[in-house]
């Protein structure tokens, strides 16, 4: 079964909810709620490999990531995970079910990281259990971008391994590529919060104006090639000195 085009929120939760108890490997918690009272979820898909912190979301108006990350719940459960990670597979409910990017206060979530002044990235980042993670990868869309895919890359704290390369690579493989890697900083943002705390952290943006199937399967072939990265350069169990000491032991691919 593929997800291929946007749910309601009620189907979706339920959905949700389905596929964590078919897996004994995943994990579902409702962490808090939104300003209208939606759950918001964290997944945990277990692993025995390196921490690994993934969102979507973030802004109602891009129903590509939420998509994506239940593809990847049911992939993960299925087939099992070596990384360990963790998961809010929709951060703004509210946003989702009105079609619009703030939350219901009329705020961009993606600016209140380090503010946390909203119940949304509250409720995520009181969740949050470990500080460890390797990096942080977060679904977004270009809703009116017409051209390509391309991701947002904060300063890498390892030049050696290009994971939002890696990421583009693997959707230009079938999809459109605009910009490739963007290299911003912004404060506020859920990217720029956590590349300070070292964790590698990407933005994926697939074309809003695609077809969504389209844009769902960008997210989830720049997850896989950023996940399936990670892994391999973590594969000697070295990543508690992945990102803490900056004495990396594996070579890049």
């Given at each position: 079964m593929f997800y291929d085009e946007k749910m309601d929120f009620t189907s979706y939760s339920e959905e949700l909810e389905r596929l964590a108890g078919l897996y004994d490997n995943v994990d579902l918690e409702v962490v808090g709620s939104s300003v209208e009272g939606r759950d918001?979820?964290?997944?945990?898909?277990?692993?025995?490999?390196?921490?690994?912190?993934?969102?979507?979301?973030?802004?109602?108006?891009?129903?590509?990531?939420?998509?994506?990350?239940?593809?990847?719940i049911r992939e993960a459960g299925e087939?099992?995970?070596?990384?360990?990670?963790?998961?809010?597979?929709?951060?703004?409910?509210?946003?989702y079910e009105?079609?619009?990017?703030?939350?219901?206060?009329?705020?961009?979530?993606?600016?209140?990281?380090?503010?946390?002044?909203?119940?949304?990235?509250?409720?995520?980042?009181?969740s949050i259990d470990r500080?460890?993670?390797?990096?942080?990868?977060?679904?977004?869309?270009?809703?009116?971008?017409?051209?390509?895919?391309?991701?947002y890359e904060s300063t890498p704290i390892r030049e050696d391994i290009h994971l939002g390369q890696t990421a583009v690579d693997a959707v230009g493989e079938k999809h459109p590529i605009s910009w490739g890697v963007v290299r911003r900083d912004r404060p506020g943002c859920f990217r720029d919060f956590w590349a300070s705390r070292d964790a590698y952290a990407v933005t994926f943006e697939p074309p809003g104006t695609f077809e969504i199937v389209d844009r769902i399967d960008m997210e989830l072939r720049a997850l896989h090639a950023s996940l399936d990265l990670l892994e391999e350069t973590t594969a000697d169990g070295s990543w508690d000195t992945y990102v803490a000491s900056g004495d990396y032991v594996v070579a890049a691919p």
């Open positions: 918001i979820y964290r997944a945990h898909i277990h692993g025995d490999g390196a921490p690994v912190l993934v969102t979507a979301g973030h802004h109602g108006n891009e129903p590509a990531g939420p998509m994506a990350a239940l593809n990847y087939n099992g995970s070596t990384l360990d990670i963790t998961m809010y597979p929709m951060v703004n409910p509210d946003g009105a079609d619009q990017r703030e939350n219901a206060h009329g705020v961009d979530l993606n600016r209140d990281y380090g503010f946390f002044k909203e119940p949304e990235t509250l409720a995520l980042i009181g500080e460890d993670y390797i990096a942080a990868l977060d679904m977004h869309e270009a809703p009116r971008s017409t051209k390509g895919f391309y991701v």
